[in-house]
């Protein structure tokens, strides 16, 4: 049974900062590609960042420079690093993993909740 585990959500000052983590079970994490989407109210699922099994990084434009995604395959962990947070990066934050071959991400956490005061 695959789980993806999120935590650290919480509330922020506009400026402040948040360090998000996704605990995986049940799938060869060193080979997933991991990442984490974001949904803001009223708007679709996005991408924030991702990571490949072989290091590879890709993320918005919108946090460039100041989200970092990082993953530990010893302990099957992802996380985001988020700084100089804004109000708009409001949302609710999903972890999700994708299989080698896969053209899509299978596996999805419950996702945690991120709320930038300004």
């Known amino acids: 049974q695959v789980q993806l585990v999120e935590s650290g959500g919480g509330l922020v000052q506009a400026g402040g900062s948040l360090r998000l983590s996704c605990a995986a079970s049940?799938?060869?994490?060193?080979?997933?590609?991991m990442a984490w989407f974001r949904q803001a109210p009223g708007k679709q699922r996005e991408l924030v960042a991702s990571l490949t099994s072989g290091g590879s990084t890709n993320s918005a434009d919108s946090v460039k420079g100041r989200f970092t995604i990082s993953r530990d395959n010893a302990k099957n962990t992802v996380d985001l690093q988020m700084d100089s947070l804004k109000p708009e990066d409001t949302g609710v934050y999903y972890c999700?993993?994708?299989?080698?071959?896969?053209?899509?991400?299978?596996?999805w956490g419950q996702g945690t909740q991120v709320i930038v005061s300004s």
């Open positions: 049940g799938i060869i994490f060193s080979s997933n590609t």
């Open positions: 999700a993993a994708r299989a080698r071959l896969a053209t899509r991400y299978d596996y």
